[in-house]
């Protein structure tokens, strides 16, 4: 699909045919499906951008794929960066970190279970009180991604944090 002046037909037809196939692309370069769901939304953004500037493209699926995978890997590298320099900084963590008690340690697994985007949108939003424009800033993504990361924590912590009803019933029975 050549493309140089969008209209909302044009971004319809390409989710229609081709936007799952693009994401399912990209998401075995990077690895992460919720990853490359957001490369190919930022890379889609770019699009616009670059034809409202005058530029044309002539294949955009193949134009997002490229954009995306080359946006996930500096994104990869930069996560590795930053896993490398708090390697370095564990011990120091390690030493002044609060301990946690009982009534966290459920929601210290669920946050921990999370893919990082969210888990950091989760603590910035929630436990340190960012609104989603300084989430976003923060963490260098648009205020889309922070909240499409918000709502799919919020279900992952729904569902891992959940109570068993059967030590519910268990519990009511005493």
């Given amino acids: 699909m050549a493309v140089s002046d969008w209209e909302p037909v044009q971004l319809e037809q390409f989710v229609e045919a081709e936007y799952a196939h693009v994401v399912r692309t990209v998401a075995l370069v990077c ?3 919720t990853f490359a769901e957001d490369a190919v939304q930022n890379a889609l953004a770019a699009a616009l951008d670059t034809t ?3 530029g044309r493209i002539d294949d955009l699926a193949a134009w997002v794929v490229v954009v995306a995978i080359n946006s996930s890997r500096r994104r990869l590298r930069r ?3 930053e896993r490398r320099a708090l390697d370095r900084l564990a011990p120091l963590q390690r030493e002044e970190a609060p301990a946690f008690d009982g009534r966290f340690a459920d ?3 669920g946050l921990l279970a999370l893919p990082l985007r ?4 989760v603590v910035l939003y929630y ?3 960012l609104d989603v424009p300084a989430v976003a800033r923060a963490l260098g993504v648009s205020v889309g991604t922070i909240k499409t990361a918000l709502f799919r924590a919020r279900q992952s912590l729904a569902r891992a944090l959940e109570p068993d009803p059967q030590l519910m019933e268990e519990h009511h029975d005493r």
Avoid at 118 to 121: F, I, K, L, P, V
């Fill in 31 to 33: 690895g992460d499906v």
């Fill in 52 to 54: 409202r500037r005058g």
């Fill in 79 to 81: 996560a590795e960066l």
């Fill in 107 to 109: 929601l210290r697994i």
């Fill in 118 to 121: 969210q888990r950091q949108a």
């Fill in 127 to 129: 436990l340190h009180d």
